[in-house]
C-alpha cells in the first residue's frame, strides 16, 4: 500500500488538510477546512482572560497571531509568563517581550494556567484522527508562513532577504523552495518541523505557487509564456512570475493594505518589472524583486489567481485555478508538488 501523508497548510484564519494517497483518486482523498492554531490558542487564552486566571505560555515559536490575545490579557491587567522558546512567537527580541509585560520563566509560576503553544499538536491531531475514524499517515509534511529570526532588525526586510537569496542563489527553482533541513534563521519552520516527525516543511507562499504547479495545465502553460500566481490570503498577498520551470519575480504585501485597484496596479507594475522594492515596503508591504525578465515570457501576462481573498480580483481579466479541485487546498497540493520535485 502506498505511503499516506498528512499535508497541512497553516494560515493565520485556517489551517487546511489533506490526508494524500497516492493510489487514491484525489477527490476521495480526506479534506479538511480548519481553524488555525492560532485562533484555537487563542480562544482558550480568550477564555482564560475572561475567566480572571494569569497563563504561562509553553512549547515552541508558532505563528503571531496569538500575540493580539496576549495583548488582551495583559490589557485586562493579567499577567502572563512564558518560556523562551515560546515567547519568541511573541517577537524575536526577547527583551522587548519582556518590556511588552511578559515574564519569562522556563517553568510554570503558582497560580499560572499553563497553556500549550505549538502549529502542530500531536495529541489533538491524534484525537481528531480517531474521531474521524482515520489511520494515523505514514508522513507529515507542512507549511506556514516564517519571516525569520530577525533581532533588532525588520522582520519585513528580513523575510524578503529571503526571496532575494532565493532568486539569486538558487537561480529562482521552485525545488528550492522545499526543505528537509530549513535554514537556521527560519525558527518557526524548525519547529514546526520537529513537531511533525521531521518532514518536509516550507513557506506557505511557496506551496501556493507549487500548488498551482501541481495543475498539470497551468505547468504546461508556463513552458509555453510567463505566467503571474498569486495568492491573496487572509493577511498576506505574494505574487511570483513564472517561465520555463523558474521564478523571475517576486511580490509580497499584507492583505489588508490593498484593494482590487490598488493590488492589481501592482500587478500590472510587477509583472513588467516597473515594480520596485522601496514602494511596496513604503506601503507597509515585504518589497518586490525583479530579475531580467525574457522576451519569451511576453510579460507575463495571464494570470492566475488563488487564495481566501482572491475575490479582491473577481473584477479583472484572471483564472481562479482549483489545484486537485479545492482552491482552499492549494498549498495542501503544492506540498504533494515539492515532494514530487525532491524525488
Known amino acids: 500500500m502506498s505511503q499516506t501523508t498528512l499535508c497541512l497548510d497553516i494560515g493565520s484564519g485556517t489551517q487546511d488538510v489533506l490526508l494524500y494517497s497516492p493510489d487514491r483518486e484525489v477527490e476521495n482523498c480526506p479534506k479538511f477546512v480548519l481553524p488555525s492554531p492560532a485562533l484555537q490558542i487563542g480562544k482558550r487564552l480568550a477564555a482564560l482572560t475572561a475567566a480572571g486566571k494569569n497563563v504561562w505560555l509553553h512549547g515552541h515559536n508558532m505563528g503571531g497571531g496569538v500575540t493580539r490575545f496576549v495583548r488582551a490579557h495583559l490589557k485586562a491587567g493579567l499577567h502572563v509568563a512564558a518560556q523562551p ?106 519547529e514546526l518541523q520537529r513537531c511533525i516527525g521531521g518532514g518536509i516543511v516550507t513557506d506557505t507562499g511557496a506551496a501556493a505557487v507549487l500548488g498551482a504547479l501541481f495543475v498539470e495545465e497551468i505547468e504546461r502553460e508556463s513552458f509555453a509564456h510567463g505566467l503571474t500566481l498569486v495568492n491573496v490570503g487572509n493577511s498576506h498577498v505574494i505574487a511570483f512570475l513564472i517561465f520555463e520551470g523558474r521564478i523571475h519575480g517576486v511580490y509580497e504585501q499584507h492583505t489588508g493594505v490593498v484593494d482590487g485597484a490598488k493590488l492589481w496596479a501592482d500587478l500590472e507594475l510587477f509583472r513588467t518589472g516597473k515594480l520596485g522594492f522601496e514602494q511596496v515596503f513604503d506601503e507597509n508591504g515585504h518589497g518586490c ?37 479545492d482552491m482552499m487546498l492549494a498549498g495542501c497540493f503544492g506540498l504533494v508538488k515539492g515532494m514530487r520535485l525532491l524525488g
Request: hydrophobic content about 40%; glycine content about 10%; aromatic content about 10%.
Open 85 to 190: 522558546a515560546a515567547a519568541l512567537t511573541m517577537g524575536d527580541d526577547l527583551e522587548r517581550v519582556e518590556q511588552s509585560g511578559v515574564a519569562l520563566s522556563e517553568q510554570c509560576p503558582d497560580g499560572y494556567e499553563p497553556l500549550l503553544l505549538s502549529d502542530f499538536d500531536e495529541g489533538w491531531w491524534r484525537r481528531f484522527f480517531q474521531a474521524a475514524g482515520l489511520k494515523w499517515p505514514d508522513a507529515i509534511a507542512a507549511c506556514a508562513q516564517d519571516h525569520g529570526f530577525h533581532p533588532r532588525e525588520s522582520n519585513r526586510k528580513g523575510r524578503f532577504k529571503l526571496w532575494e537569496e532565493f532568486l539569486t542563489t538558487n537561480q529562482g527553482r521552485p525545488e528550492a523552495l522545499v526543505f528537509r533541513d530549513p535554514p537556521p534563521m527560519l525558527t518557526r519552520l524548525r
Open 289 to 325: 524583486l525583479v530579475m531580467d525578465l525574457p522576451e519569451r515570457a511576453r510579460g507575463f501576462g495571464s494570470l492566475h489567481v488563488l487564495g481566501p481573498q482572491r475575490a479582491l480580483l473577481r473584477a479583472h481579466s484572471v483564472c481562479f485555478p482549483a489545484p486537485g479541485g
